[in-house]
């Protein structure tokens, strides 16, 4: 990669462990056409270990990090962000009617945003500064807001890969429960068939939505209180506005 300036994926799962390439570990196996069949071949030259639980994904997406910061391609903590924020994921509550991401669906999320840096990132060595582009690209998605509580920079940045989460063609819905539906806290009638989450499943206020108002009159619209954001709850608006102020026409 820092040879070639370019993105190239490379999978937790090859990035294997020092005692398990000694071992030979377990080779790859590959789908080959040899004299016009399909033949399921052992790669000589790729050790793969296993990343079907978290603490193995995460070690391997330690051996991952330590590499690119070898590289001089992204910083450790960098890297350590991003695998942060994936597995956040898997413990944030999910909009209504939806379950939390898997651990496929998150080493999907990766190998996607990968995919996309490699279209999008014009450079990825370490600049004469000292700086990471790569790792600014990839972290770009995840920045949270200033602690002024832009709600339109908010939206920006988290919004892309929030999406990653709930496409999975209609995966991780939840079942056995009536319609499919959530079973959230009892909410007023006026903010039935609202949104009371952010594209990134973070709660909104309710207060702030409902004619009653929040009582905390310190926090401004766009801006976070105890009890969520103050976006809109109606659905696909989400701007610093109530739903009573929405509905009002304003």
């Known amino acids: 990669?820092?040879?070639t300036n370019t993105v190239k994926y490379i999978e937790?799962?090859?990035?294997?462990?020092?005692?398990?390439?000694?071992?030979?570990?377990?080779?790859?196996?590959?789908?080959?056409?040899?004299?016009?069949?399909?033949?399921?071949?052992?790669?000589?030259?790729?050790?793969?270990?296993?990343?079907?639980?978290?603490?193995?994904?995460?070690?391997?997406?330690?051996?991952?990090?330590?590499?690119?910061?070898?590289?001089?391609?992204?910083?450790?903590?960098?890297h350590n962000q991003w695998e942060t924020f994936l597995f956040e994921s898997m413990r944030r509550e999910p909009p209504p009617g939806y379950g939390r991401p898997t651990l496929s669906q998150i080493l999907q999320c990766d190998r996607a945003a990968w995919m996309r840096l490699g279209t999008a990132a014009t450079e990825?060595?370490?600049?004469?500064?000292?700086?990471?582009?790569?790792g600014e690209a990839l972290l770009a998605p995840t920045l949270k807001p200033a602690s002024s509580g832009s709600a339109s920079s908010w939206r920006q940045s988290s919004q892309p890969y929030a999406q990653m989460f709930q496409s999975s063609k209609g995966k991780g819905k939840s079942k056995g429960r009536k319609g499919g539906r959530g079973g959230g806290p009892p909410v007023r009638n006026e903010l039935r068939g609202k949104w009371h989450k952010t594209g990134s499943g973070e709660p909104l206020c309710f207060g702030f939505n409902?004619?009653?108002?929040?009582?905390?009159?310190?926090?401004?619209?766009?801006?976070?209180?105890?009890?969520?954001?103050?976006?809109?709850?109606?659905?696909?608006?989400?701007?610093?506005?109530?739903?009573?102020?929405?509905?009002?026409?304003?």
């Open 1 to 3: 990669m820092f040879d």
């Open 12 to 78: 937790p799962g090859a990035c294997i462990s020092r005692p398990f390439e000694i071992a030979g570990g377990s080779k790859n196996k590959e789908l080959t056409l040899e004299k016009g069949a399909l033949v399921v071949k052992s790669s000589d030259d790729k050790l793969v270990q296993a990343t079907d639980t978290e603490i193995k994904v995460h070690y391997a997406m330690v051996r991952r990090a330590l590499s690119l910061q070898f590289a001089q391609l992204m910083s450790f903590d960098q």
């Open 124 to 134: 990825v060595r370490l600049r004469p500064n000292g700086t990471y582009p790569l």
């Open 210 to 250: 409902c004619s009653t108002g929040c009582p905390d009159k310190s926090v401004q619209p766009g801006q976070r209180c105890a009890k969520g954001w103050r976006l809109g709850a109606e659905p696909k608006c989400q701007k610093p506005h109530s739903l009573q102020q929405h509905l009002g026409g304003s």
